[in-house]
């Protein structure tokens, strides 16, 4: 019941501020679930034994979702700040570590955001479609899972997924595809939105995969708690974190 009211609250308040609130506050709120996302990654990456992700990585994500251009020289100077800032570990066996969690917590969480910044950019209706797409195969798989999942798929990461779940999931989302298409985004070739709508969906539940693994490692069920009944921000966006690249990707080189 919680998970359920959870999202109840939710949808309404992601509808708004994707489709019709002005920009400050889709940048605002953006910046905001970035933020509460790194918290629960760097919480993680402690539960790991390796060091947090000091406010350097605030800093360094805030500056990627934000900088105007597409720069990859940005990137690369992170990557060496982190080099650098990694030399205070209190043993230089962590350093390594402490430097590759830094980069792969911006680029996971802000990067992944700035691509949904972008989409906005091109079309709000892109970005709700990356965002939605994961959360309609999200239902698919849960119920087909429980009712018919016999087949687990990864039992050491997520003993609960099974292939059956997986297979309605994609079904789900490429038949939400054929009905937001012509609606929403009629320029868009519907067989080859049906295809982005497949590969957007699969790694969704590569990343819902991956997020998993974290906590498995970290040895806890959740990435937070301030979602009743969906655990943290990063459980609830862990799909959409790695399908908004994908659909940006694909968005920005076919010129939809």
């Known amino acids: 019941m919680k998970r ?52 350097f990585g605030y800093v360094a994500g805030l500056l990627l979702l934000f900088l105007p251009g597409k720069d990859f020289a940005f990137l690369v100077l992170v990557a060496i700040l982190a080099m650098a800032l990694s030399l205070r570990s209190r043993e230089l066996v962590e350093a390594l570590p402490a430097a590759a969690t830094l980069l792969l917590g911006v680029v996971y969480v802000f990067g992944s955001l700035r691509c949904g910044i972008d989409l906005h950019g091109i079309s709000p209706y892109w970005l709700f479609f990356a965002l939605s797409l994961n959360w309609a195969g999200d239902i698919a798989a849960l119920y087909v899972g429980r009712l018919i999942g016999r087949h687990k798929m990864a039992p050491r990461v997520s003993p609960g997924k099974s292939w059956e779940g997986a297979a309605a999931s994609v079904t789900a989302s490429v038949v939400y595809g054929a009905l937001y298409f012509p609606r929403l985004l009629p320029s868009v070739p519907l067989l080859e939105g049906l295809g982005l709508a497949a590969l957007a ?48 990707f694909v968005v920005s080189n076919f010129h939809w």
């Open 201 to 248: 969906n699969i790694a969704g539940q590569f990343g819902d995969l991956c997020e998993s693994g974290l906590k498995r490692g970290a040895g806890v069920k959740d990435s937070g708690t301030l979602l009743p009944g969906h655990g943290g921000w990063l459980d609830r966006l862990d799909s959409s974190l790695f399908a908004l690249p994908v659909v940006y």
């Open 4 to 55: 359920v009211l959870t999202a109840l609250l939710l949808i309404p308040i992601f509808c708004y501020i994707i489709l019709w609130a002005p920009a400050w506050a889709f940048l605002a709120a953006v910046a905001a679930v970035a933020m509460l996302c790194f918290r629960e990654y760097a919480e993680l990456t402690s539960l790991h034994a390796i060091e947090k992700p000091g406010v």
